[in-house]
């Protein structure tokens, strides 16, 4: 799981142990040009910063997307306008990209947004009426603000997802989080909470630091408890580092994942074969349906140069931008609104766009939560999905106990 899903879960349990006037009308219209004015749509991520290198593959598919579309014919006639802001990891900055979208841009729309600082504006863009559309599922805003549509798996679920796939290991699970953040220490309750209710036994918790110059204590850890699965919450730079020392010291427990942290990097890393993976979206290397195809044909276009940075995250970005295309699909005719996007996506029941996405139901002023994820494996060097695009499911009543204390 990425450092940002972590720190989602840290807010979370924070929030359940008690520890912690703008237009919306947006048009989009024909304006006495020659054709209709574009649709015009915001994005905003953190692309600079900490969190860089896990969204920089997202900001390439979300502009692919963008140029997909309007070699293609655009959406209902109208070219897509796409406006990219990068908040470099400040929620300050965030709140200010999003107030220029809204306030100077005129978006009708945040598509696919990747902003760590999403909680600093979703109150904000709330009360704009603007809504988001896709992007980080595993954020905080996900789970609580009805003006948030995820095209993805919730944090909730996810990590009760990890759980669900140690039990299919046939032994215990271990959770080794972060020690730089006390956040990633204050997700341990919740893992404890989820081992309960899944039936996994919990013996090994304990903190793994990035500059640590070895992890022979946490290896041994893993080693004399017996596991059969581990998760380490933490970079996927740390994840490697883990995995490889305890490789070295006979520990061959199945590497556990979720979130997005895994991409293509992890396919030239040996000692992270075998990892198992719970993911939010489609499987990024399928190209099985229509919908998938369409995405590696989008990709080979105009992100070629993606590469490592491949991953749930950019194919995210992806499914965000198609499910803009399909709220826009459905809404009613004339001009193209942050209302009518609105009314568009709830005509949407049960929607998986192709197969790009777990199934999707929106409803007027209730919090969508999206509790079924796919599943990804990385083995041989190569990222498969044995599932196909099957996807399995948390249990709602799990999930939305959890999530109804955070409102």
């Known amino acids: 799981m990425s450092r940002t899903a972590i720190s989602t879960l840290g807010l979370v349990v924070a929030v359940l142990l008690g520890v912690t ?30 969190q860089a290198s896990s969204e920089a593959g997202a900001e390439q598919i979300i502009k692919a997307w963008a140029k997909w579309v309007n070699a293609h014919g655009g959406i209902r006639g109208h070219q897509v306008k796409l406006i990219v802001k990068d908040d470099q990891n400040d929620p300050a900055k965030a709140l200010a990209a999003v107030k220029e979208l809204v306030q100077q841009d005129k978006a009708v729309a945040i598509v696919g947004e990747q902003s760590n600082g999403d909680a600093a504006w979703a109150k904000y863009v709330a009360s704009a009426g603007v809504p988001v559309v896709g992007g980080l599922a595993i954020n905080t805003p996900f789970l609580t ?53 899944v039936g996994v036994k919990l013996p090994v918790l304990t903190k793994v630091s990035g500059s ?47 979130g997005g942290s895994v991409t293509q990097a992890w396919t030239e890393q040996k000692a992270v074969d075998g990892t198992v993976s719970a993911e939010s979206n489609f499987p990024f290397t399928d190209s099985s349906t229509p919908a998938t195809k369409q995405y590696q044909e989008a990709k080979a276009k105009y992100a070629s140069g993606i590469g490592g940075a491949e991953g749930e995250v950019a194919a995210g970005a992806w499914a965000a931008g198609k499910l803009f295309e399909a709220a826009v699909a459905g809404s009613p005719q004339g001009d193209i609104t942050s209302a009518s996007v609105k009314q568009g996506l709830y005509t949407l029941k049960n929607e998986t766009l192709g197969g790009l996405t777990p199934p999707l139901t929106f409803t007027e002023g209730k919090t969508a939560l999206i509790n079924c994820y796919f599943v990804i494996q990385v083995t041989g060097g190569k990222v498969t999905a044995p599932q196909g695009l099957k996807t399995t499911c948390a249990p709602d009543a799990v999930i939305g106990a959890i999530a109804s204390q955070l409102s």
Request: charged share 10%; hydrophobic share 40%; net charge positive.
């Open 21 to 50: 006037a703008c237009s919306s009308s947006g048009k989009s219209s024909s304006n006495g040009s020659k054709g209709p004015a574009p649709i015009v749509i915001g994005n905003v991520g953190s692309y600079s910063g900490a």
């Open 145 to 197: 603000n009805p003006d948030f549509f995820p095209s993805g798996t919730n944090a909730l679920a996810l990590s009760y997802a990890v759980l669900a796939n140690a039990k299919t290991k046939g032994g215990p699970f271990a959770f080794l989080y972060c020690a730089e953040s006390p956040l990633c220490a204050q997700s341990v309750p919740l893992y404890q909470g989820l081992a309960k209710a």
């Open 212 to 258: 640590a110059p070895d992890y022979t204590a946490q290896c041994v850890a893993l080693k004399n408890a017996h596991v059969k699965s581990f998760q380490v919450g933490s970079s996927a730079a740390v994840a490697f580092k883990v995995a490889q020392a305890c490789r070295n010291q006979g520990v061959t427990s199945t590497l556990l994942a979720a």
